[in-house]
Each structure stands twice: as structure tokens, then as C-alpha cells.
């Protein structure tokens, strides 16, 4: 059991005066496929080595009572009244995940949770999904449901978006519970086939940057973006009634159907469109060993988020574009939802020291916000604790 898990089961035990299960739940990388997902396109994800940890048992009576130890910070709720909560959003993602047993005629029982995680918050590494499938995987074990794993997934995902309002797509949830050490996994999310595709490019790390901006805008733009590609979908339906999503649409039809409509609409669905098709070919790339294509293709993507998704900040353009050409940097993107968080960097190990050096000054002295970095790992999925150290 690593130090937080350890110093978690304490706590837990000073709190509630027993033995808790743990579930580590890891927040995820996406190498590239962004905002594919609810488009029915495909995403490169993968798990990571930060992550969500809960520590939780059964209790006798119908209370839910949750511990952010990290937030210092208690919630009570019971479990025939559950319900999302305004003002603060923890609460909702463990709370959202237990109604979900209950959505689906599955008995809940009142349970203590202490929820710890080093998934920095807001940086665009899925740290509410690590919450709901921690919660999800713990409640499971607990109540001995039975669940799959991809049912455990849906659950996740159902719980952001009916208590965090967030229409997100399966990538986080379906990421974090289904990572594989040293692989991306290849997810079609319209038939939710996945291939796990191995991911250890010798001399080559995944160099996280954390522009520090909270992406307090991208729930509504978000939900926005959404709205946009369902009609974009809608008018080329008008014409080709086989359409079911942007993965069915053709540049062609967009021309077509879309350009003559809605400049907007038209640009946002013709990023999702191309975005598509260059994970596929980037997927060839990473099989092929041809990683600085792939590398290529990754800042193709951020220019598409950028300039026409319309999902990236200042501060993202600016670590993406102090990289671009630096010859140790592979492939750098903005990553995740947009507005914030953090850039995911391909960047060669002897390089990152000398990297820092320079961009960490100058981002600092020209956005007036601190850049932290993390060198990720790619780890496994979400797992026991207690079985498995
Ligand atoms: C967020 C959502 C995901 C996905 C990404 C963009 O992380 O939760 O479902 O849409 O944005 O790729």
C-alpha cells in the first residue's frame, strides 16, 4: 500500500473506528481524439500514476456520510433523498455514483467514505471521473453486485452528467477504469470496442503542463459545443437520412449541407470530422513506430481545438506554441475539455530539465501564474487496494 492509501486507512479508521476498503481510481492522459468521444469518433486514453483514493464501509442505518480529506470538508446525506448538491461539487460525484445503484433497482445501504486524491483538480486529467469510478468499483465490491467493468463505466459517466451537469462523453470514466500499465487504449466509443496499444517509447516521456487557469467556463461551453455538432448531425440528416453522427459525416457533406448554414456550426463539426481521421492515421503512426508523425498530427489537433473548436486559452497557445520548435519536444497539445488545465507534451527524457528551465520563467513572468509539470506513467485501471499490495 503506497503513503496515501496508508495514511488514508488511518484516518479512516480514527474517523469511523474501522477497517475500510480502498479503491484507487486513476485520473487519465488522452494522446489524441479530443472531443470525439460524444460524436461517436474515437479516443487514445490512457490511465495515469495520479489517482482517486476512497476508503469507505457499510453502515447499519440509510446515512451517507463523506470526508474530503484534502478539502477538510464533511458531507451527510440519506440515501432516500439523494440529490445533487449546489454549492459545492465533491459531494456529487460519489453521491451521483450511489444513486446510480439505486437508478438501476440495485438495494443501497447507507456508507462512510473518506475520499483523498492527487489528481490536481481542474487541470483536465479527470479528476471527478476518478471520484465516480472509485466510487462506483467500491460500492460494487461492497454491496456484491456483480457489475462489469463497462457497466461500471456508464454508471460513472451518468452520475457527471445527471449530478455534475456536465453532458461529457465515456473517455475519463472509460479511461480510468480500464487503463492498462504502459498501454493506450484505442476506444471506438460507438461500438465501445477497445484495443489496448502499447505505449513505452524508449527515451520518451509524457510531460504534463499545468497552466494553472481552472477551466470554470468549460461545463456550459462544453454542453454548448455539444448542442453544436447534434445540429451540425441534424442538417446533414435532412439530406442523408442514414446519418447518425459526426463519425458518419463526410467533409463532402459538411460542404454541402453544413457551410451554406452556419459558418459556426460548420467549423466546430469540421474540426470533430478531421480530429476523426487523424487519430486513426496517428494510431497507425504509434503502431508503425513513426512517432514523430504522430507527434505532427498532435499539434495539428491543438491548432483545430484551438482555432476552430474554440476550446483552448491563452495560456495553452502559449506552452504549445513555445514548444513547437523545440527539436526534444515530439508532440504537444492542449488536452482534455478546454479553457485550462493542462498541455500533454511528448518530450525526450534528457530534454525535460532544460525545458523547464526556460519555459517555467517565462511563462510565469508573462501569464502571472505559476506552471507545474508532471512526468506521467501510465498505470492500471481502477483496482482493490486492499487485495492487491
Ligand atoms: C472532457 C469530457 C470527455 C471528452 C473530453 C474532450 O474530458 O469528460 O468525455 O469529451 O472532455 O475530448
Not at 476512497?54 to 478539502?71: F, N
Not at 466509443?189 to 497552466?211: Q, W
Not at 518530450?347 to 508532471?374: F, R
Request: overall charge negative; glycine content about 8%; proline content about 3%.
Amino acid at each position: 500500500m503506497n503513503t496515501i492509501a496508508k495514511q488514508l486507512q488511518e484516518s479512516f479508521i480514527r474517523m469511523f473506528k474501522e477497517e475500510p476498503l480502498i479503491v484507487r481510481s486513476p485520473g487519465r492522459v488522452n494522446i489524441i481524439g479530443e472531443h470525439t468521444d460524444y460524436n461517436e469518433g474515437f479516443v487514445l486514453p490512457a490511465a495515469i500514476d495520479k489517482a482517486a483514493y476512497l476508503a469507505i464501509s457499510l453502515r447499519q442505518d440509510e446515512e451517507i456520510h463523506l470526508v474530503a480529506q484534502d478539502l477538510k470538508e464533511n458531507f451527510s446525506i440519506g440515501i432516500n433523498s439523494l440529490k445533487p448538491v449546489g454549492d459545492i461539487s465533491w459531494p456529487n460525484y460519489i453521491v451521483g455514483s450511489a444513486a446510480q445503484f439505486l437508478k438501476r433497482g440495485i438495494p443501497l445501504k447507507g456508507f462512510n467514505a473518506v475520499l483523498t486524491s492527487d489528481v490536481p483538480i481542474g487541470a483536465g486529467l479527470s479528476s471527478s471521473a476518478a471520484v465516480e469510478c472509485a466510487t462506483v468499483f467500491a460500492l460494487n465490491e461492497l454491496l456484491q453486485t456483480g457489475l462489469d467493468r463497462m457497466t461500471m463505466v456508464k454508471m460513472a459517466q451518468k452520475a457527471e452528467h445527471e449530478y455534475a451537469g456536465v453532458m461529457c462523453g465515456i473517455m475519463d470514466q472509460f479511461a480510468s477504469m480500464m487503463g492498462k500499465k504502459d498501454h493506450v487504449i484505442k476506444l471506438d466509443c460507438r461500438s465501445l470496442a477497445y484495443e489496448y496499444v502499447p505505449f513505452k517509447l524508449e527515451g520518451i516521456k509524457i510531460l504534463l503542463l499545468n497552466t494553472n487557469v481552472k477551466h470554470s467556463l468549460a461545463s456550459s461551453e462544453y454542453n454548448t459545443r455539444r448542442k453544436e455538432c447534434e445540429q451540425a448531425v441534424a442538417w446533414v440528416k435532412e439530406q442523408e437520412p442514414g446519418i447518425h453522427s459526426l463519425r458518419d459525416v463526410t467533409i463532402d457533406m459538411l460542404n454541402k449541407y453544413v457551410w451554406p448554414r452556419d459558418e459556426t456550426v460548420d467549423r466546430r463539426s469540421r474540426y470533430v470530422v478531421q480530429e476523426i481521421e487523424r487519430l486513426t492515421l496517428g494510431c497507425q503512426d504509434l503502431q508503425n513506430g513513426e512517432i514523430n508523425a504522430l507527434g505532427n498530427k498532435m499539434f495539428a489537433t491543438h491548432d483545430g481545438l484551438s482555432k476552430m473548436y474554440e476550446v483552448s486559452c491563452k495560456e495553452l497557445d502559449f506552452l504549445v506554441d513555445a514548444v513547437r520548435d523545440n527539436d526534444a519536444v515530439i508532440g504537444a497539445r492542449m488536452m482534455g475539455g478546454g479553457f485550462g488545465g493542462c498541455t500533454i507534451n511528448l518530450v525526450k527524457e534528457a530534454a525535460i530539465d532544460g525545458l523547464m528551465a526556460t519555459l517555467k520563467p517565462a511563462y510565469e513572468m508573462k501569464m502571472n501564474l505559476p506552471l507545474t509539470h508532471y512526468i506521467s506513467s501510465i498505470e492500471e485501471g481502477t483496482l482493490l487496494i486492499n487485495d492487491h499490495v
